[in-house]
């Protein structure tokens, strides 16, 4: 299992201003991804964290929107830039072991409540 | 990319009877399939899983089932109990690039 600890857990912030939400993992973990989920929705994929490489992101979401950082395998930020009430929503640091031979679980960290005013 | 769908969105059934949710996925390629609950204010939890070599998978009440030709997979869940009672995501991931790409959610309630 993996123990995923993230935070800000909620956050009430300004339109126009930027937040960044940390991910740290207990262990080393091959993948690492950043969902989204507004109230009531599904998840949504943000965009996979590369380790020590640029993120790839989904349909939808840009670089310059949602800055993703993997420094090790560990760790990830995301950032919400230049937000927007739009933006108010659930963001969740998700980790997976699978691997070619394994099936891996994804885990999922408590989620940051971001609320835009 | 892969898109899944699931049906129903909203399922209301009497305690101790069945619930099935199914969902459907695009990419032949997907070759693993979890389905979650999430309960009120909580993070998703995985309850059951399969790959893409077994058609069926049973674990106490729930099981999961997978017909890979028709691209559909269900999960069913007996007697139910209050307890059950959440959200259920199906999802799909492929081992090419890993991710899991998640249907929009059923909200089960069971009714005492």
């Known amino acids: 299992s993996a123990v995923i600890s993230q935070k800000p857990s909620r956050d009430i912030c300004q339109r126009g201003t930027s937040l960044t939400i940390q991910c740290q993992v207990d262990?080393?973990?091959?993948?690492m991804f950043w969902y989204r989920q507004q109230p009531g929705q599904s998840l949504t994929l943000i965009a996979t964290?590369?380790?020590?490489?640029?993120?790839?992101?989904e349909s939808g979401f840009v670089i310059d929107k949602f800055p993703i950082s993997r420094p090790n395998l560990t760790f990830s930020t995301l950032t919400v830039s230049n937000m927007s009430p739009e933006d108010s929503s659930i963001y969740l640091c998700s980790v997976s072991t699978r691997t070619v031979r394994s099936t891996g679980e994804l885990f999922f960290g408590e989620g940051s409540r971001l609320t835009v005013l | 990319g892969e898109n899944v769908e699931q049906h129903p969105s909203t399922l209301s059934v009497q305690e101790g009877d069945s619930a099935v949710i199914k969902c459907t996925y695009s990419d032949s390629a997907s070759n693993y399939f979890p389905w979650y609950k999430q309960e009120l204010g909580k993070r998703p939890q995985l309850i059951i899983d399969?790959?893409?070599?077994?058609g069926e998978k049973k674990d106490q009440r729930i099981a999961v089932t997978l017909n890979k030709t028709a691209k559909h997979f269900s999960l069913h869940i007996t007697e139910t109990q209050p307890e059950d009672s959440a959200v259920y995501f199906c999802a799909a991931s492929t081992s090419g690039t890993y991710k899991y790409i998640f249907g929009t959610g059923t909200r089960l309630k069971v009714l005492a």
């Open positions: 262990s080393q973990v091959t993948m």
């Open positions: 399969i790959r893409s070599n077994v």
């Open positions: 964290a590369n380790q020590g490489s640029e993120a790839t992101y």
